[in-house]
Structures are given as C-alpha cells and as structure tokens.
C-alpha cells in the first residue's frame, strides 16, 4: 500500500517558525537576525526581518492583544481554574515554541519539511525525521499524529521527549501542530513500499558469489573424482598383484598315503602370507597368528590374525614402531599368546582385545618361547645368549628363574614337557645340540641329550608335548672356518628366507629316552636342509602309537613327511615357490581338531588332520 493513501487529508504547508511569535523591535535600535539552529543538526539558519516585517509583526501584536481581550470578556461562563490552567498552558506552549528554537541534534526544518512533502508524494517511504525506512510493525512502525504527518513512531516518541513541554506535548516538526503521546495513531498497513535498488543491488552481488562458489565446487569436485578414480586404479593394481601371488588350490594329501581310514589328512586353505616370518595355530578356537613385517612402504611389524572358520576375515594389528622383529609365538591357554623380539621383551598379546597387555624385560633379545605343559601361568623364554629365564605372567616384574646354557649361542627352540617321574622339564636346542633344563630352576646348568659333535649343528629340534620319550633333532654340516663367530653367526639369520637353490645335505636323527636321565640316537636319514636358518620341525601322532615327521624340505620347497621310526616317506605336501620358514602342528584340548600349518614367504598352508 502507497504511503499517500494512508493520509486522508492534504497536510498544511511546512510551517518554519512564526513571525508573529518574534519579540518586537527594542527601542532605540534595529532588529538583530534572529539565529535559528536545526531541530536536530547544528546547521545555523539565519532569518533577516526587514522594516516591513517589523510593522506586520507590531500589528499583528496589536491584533492578538485585542482578540485576548475579547476572549476575557466573553468568559464569563468557564471558571477561574480553567482559565488559569488554559493560561498556564498557553505559557508552556510559548516555552515550547522558544525551545523548539533552541539548538539540538537531527536533521535540517527544511530537510524534514522536504522529506515529509516527497513522502507524502510517494516517491520515498522513508521517515522524515530519521531518514530511514519504517516497518510495518515494531518500534519504528509507521504511525501519524492529528495534522495527518507520519513518521515512525520511534522517532515521534524521541521527538516528544526531547522537545515536549512539561505537558508532554510537542509540535510537528513539518507543520508545527502540537500532539501529546496519546495522539500517536499506528497506522496498519499490509504493506510497507521499501525502495529496492540497494536491495536488488546486494541481491545480484550474492548471485554472483553462489556463481562463483557453484563454479569452484565443480572444479574440486572434478579434481576430487580424479584423485579417487587414480587411488582406485592403484588399489585395484595391488589387490592384481596380491591375486597373482596366491594359488587357492585345493589339494589333498597323497592318496596312496599308507595311513588307515579315516586317518587322513586333508588340505584346509591357503592364504596369501604378506611378509610373515613366524606362526602359530590356536587349534581350540582355530585361529592362526602370524608375524612379519608388512610389505607397506613404512614396513612395520605386525601380528596377523586369521579365523581358520572365516579366512578373508583376517586382521593386522600393529605393534608398537619400537618393536623389532618377532622370533617366536606360542599360544596360551585361554585365548592370548606370547612371543618374543630382538627388542629384548618377552610380549603377552590378548587375541580377545588384539592388543598387547603385558611385556616383560629381557637381559638379551629373546628368540624362542614356550608355556609351561600344564596350563599354568609359567611361561619360558630362550635367549640369544644362551640363557634360559622362567616367569610368572601374575608377577611379571621380574623372572624367577634365570639359567645359564652349555654356550652362549642362541636358544633357537623350546618345549616344555614332563619326564616319566612327572617332573616337569623343559627341552631346548642350540647350535651345540638338544638340552634337558630343569623347570623348576634347581638345576644350575642343562644335560645335554647327545653328545657333542663339532662336525654338525642342531638347527631344529621336535617332540610331541607333554611327552619326552620320542625326540627328532636336525643337523646340518658346520660350515668352515669353525669359529664360534661364524658359528653363531648363522643362528642369527633363523626365518630369513634363501633363494639359494636346494640347500645342503643334512640329517634327521631319531632320539629316545633310554632311562629317567638319558637318552640316545636312534634311526637316521639325509635331507636337504637350510644353508643358513634355524628351521622348525614337527611329529604329528597318528594312529596306534605311531608318529609321522614333519620338515620343510629344501629340495621340494615344501613339506615332507616321514613315518617313525624307519623314516619311510610318507607324503610331500602341495610346493611352495619359496623355502618352508615356519612349520607347527596343533591340537585341540578335547582332541577334537589337529591341524598342521606352514608358512614361506609365498603363503600360508593349513592342514586338517584326520
């Protein structure tokens, strides 16, 4: 709705001042300009009366003095307090006049007068006094007072009390129509006409910007897709790779295997292996644990854990940048595991939590581990010195036990077993050859089980846990010279793989318990073992009594199998492209699951053996 249809009637001309209201010429001198200030600025507006502007004003004087005196004589009818408050009235309305004079802050008489006459004409919806637009509601709603003015009711409130009297009326500051508060009337329109050119101006300018933020999304998002489409090509490169190293192919032992139904043994899976060194089978809740240093750029060492029920659901578990490599595992009763590291720390890991939970401090990097055979909390570790420590895993701050080896060259494996009196004892293999230790660290120094040789090394050593009455250690050739530098220097490459075609000549020996305290070489047949690593072995039981061999063969690169005691062979498992670097068996508590498993740096096997 316009602002002029708002206003019923035409609005008298702007009145500036009232020449009549001026005092009269002084005696004896001409008229001083008479200094008018802005109702609200600090502009000055001098106004000049000349000689006939003084004789219209003397006149005009005699004129009101004659009509006051009419209106006193014929006021006979109002009383004598009425006309003194009408008298006191006229007096405040003269101050007013005269302050309305005065000096104060605002906008010009004539702006104001200019500003109400344009909005009246429509041409701006702008208050007169403030010069800003008014609203339809709010403080600075659109309001008019009597003489039909309007202005924003803000500013006619402001205006009231800056220049009312002590009756709190003021005058209009385009006609000068004196109006009290009550006189304010809100005008209700539906709508206020706002001038849009600032507002359209600021509008083009936003639809500018959202062109140009639309624009540069685009550009990302362009670049964005590029980036993803090059991060898929080379993920899909490397899950290629990764595919072409993996031979799922599901074998079975050889058929003509001279076991008794249902005695037989039978591919499970094959998994790629990703740089994994070492391993070990939780045969009661099938689950396979390895460890090696991952094939990323960054090569840190992790722990793999694979689901033998679920075998894609293999997870990585990092181990802490501090840790070096891993150099034995052993499953725990219970669902946790320990190994051990060339950082010197013996490491208890939770496989309900896939976290380490406790680490124990070792005098020198450890290279093998086992678990006592009874279940209990003791758990062992075989150094690269040759030392032998026992631990608690409830008081881990220290071991209990610590014992000296026969030499110094490393314990490359451990088994804990239990001797016919019952006795629980621990077996170990160094270069020197098998040991007998004594678990409850009485014992100061280990017996060793055969005699000493300096023609061969013991480079792996089997048994079947809890027994100790069948035993098969592996030697090769001492290479030349026969120092114990060189010596001990080949132990400290165990798990490293060779690419050295078939290996070297050695040997497997048979050992049993000939009494309590001793024990001696039995069958023997040639192999082809290692140049270099410490490679593990395993007997798999079978049967009534009888026990089968297990080796990585170097020869074959894969596993070969041999009955015992006549070391007849008995089977060669599915070839690897690598050497064999890991080898276990496992077996369930309730005898229910045995599987046997085996590790290069190609893949990973899983046998079930039935």
């Not at 659109?142 to 009326?169: D, F, K, M």
């Not at 500018?208 to 991060?231: C, F, I, P, Q, Y």
């Not at 078939?502 to 050992?511: D, V």
């Amino acid at each position: 709705m316009a602002i002029s249809e708002l206003i019923t009637e035409p609005a008298p001309p702007p009145k500036i001042f009232n020449a009549a209201a001026l005092p009269s010429r002084p005696a004896g001198g001409e008229i001083q300009p008479v200094v008018l200030e802005d109702l609200f600025g600090e502009d000055v507006v001098e106004v000049d009366y000349g000689e006939d502007d003084q004789e219209e004003g003397e006149e005009q004087e005699d004129d009101d003095e004659e009509g006051s005196e009419e209106e006193e004589g014929g006021s006979s009818e109002g009383s004598d307090s009425e006309d003194e408050d009408e008298e006191e009235e006229e007096e405040e309305d003269e101050q007013s006049d005269e302050e309305d004079c005065a000096p104060s802050a605002g906008p010009r008489v004539s702006e104001i007068a200019a500003a109400g006459a344009a909005a009246e004409r429509g041409n701006t919806p702008t208050c007169p006094v403030c010069m800003e637009a008014w609203t339809s509601e709010g403080a600075h709603r659109i309001s008019c007072i009597p003489c039909g003015h309007v202005y924003g009711r803000s500013c006619l409130e402001r205006w009231l009390t800056q220049r009312g009297n002590q009756n709190r009326s003021a005058t209009c500051p385009q006609c000068g129509t004196r109006y009290k508060q009550k006189d304010i009337i809100n005008l209700y329109a539906p709508e206020v006409a706002i001038p849009n050119n600032e507002l359209d101006k600021e509008i083009s300018n936003l639809r500018e910007k959202n062109v140009s933020l639309e624009k540069t999304v685009m550009h990302h998002g362009k670049l964005l897709a590029d980036v993803t489409k090059r991060l898929s090509d080379a993920e899909q490169r490397i899950v290629d790779a990764g595919s072409s190293k993996r031979q799922k192919i599901i074998e079975s032992w050889d058929e003509a295997a001279h076991l008794d139904p249902p005695n037989q043994s039978h591919h499970l899976n094959e998994l790629f292996a990703d740089g994994a060194r070492v391993m070990s089978i939780d045969a009661s809740n099938q689950i396979i644990l390895a460890s090696g240093r991952a094939t990323s750029v960054c090569g840190e060492h992790v722990l793999t854990k694979i689901s033998m029920l679920a075998t894609s659901e293999a997870s990585k578990i990092r181990l802490p940048s501090d840790t070096k490599a891993v150099k034995d595992i052993c499953i725990l009763p219970g669902g946790s595991a320990i190994f051990t590291s060339l950082d010197r720390r013996l490491s208890l890991f939770s496989m309900t939590t896939d976290s380490i939970v406790l680490q124990c401090d070792l005098p020198a990097p450890g290279w093998s581990c086992s678990t006592h055979v009874s279940g209990s909390n003791l758990i062992y570790a075989g150094l690269q010195n040759g030392m032998l420590l026992a631990f608690d895993i409830r008081q881990s701050a220290r071991p209990l036990w610590l014992q000296e080896g026969l030499s110094t060259h490393p314990i490359h494996t451990l088994h804990s077993v239990i001797d016919n009196n019952g006795s629980r004892k621990v077996l170990s293999a160094s270069v020197l050859g098998p040991c007998m230790w004594d678990a409850d660290g009485n014992q100061s120094r280990p017996n060793l089980l055969s005699g000493v040789e300096d023609q061969r090394i013991c480079i792996s050593l089997a048994c079947t846990p809890p027994s100790s009455d069948v035993l098969v250690a592996s030697f090769r050739a001492k290479v030349v010279p026969t120092s114990e530098d060189v010596t001990a220097s080949q132990g400290y490459l165990s798990q490293t793989p060779t690419r050295s075609g078939s290996g070297k000549l050695g040997h497997h020996a048979l050992i049993r318990r000939s009494s309590n305290t001793s024990f001696a070489e039995d069958t023997t047949c040639y192999a082809s073992v290692s140049e270099i690593r410490m490679s593990k072995s395993a007997i798999i039981p079978y049967g009534n009594g009888q026990h089968l061999f297990a080796y990585g063969d170097e020869s074959l690169r894969g596993v070969r199998t041999w009955k015992l005691p006549s070391f007849a062979v008995h089977a060669d498992l599915s070839p690897h492209r690598q050497p064999i670097l890991d080898l276990r068996y496992a077996e369930s508590s309730d005898g229910g699951g045995r599987y046997l498993g085996c590790l290069s740096e190609e893949k990973l096997q899983v046998f079930r053996i039935r």
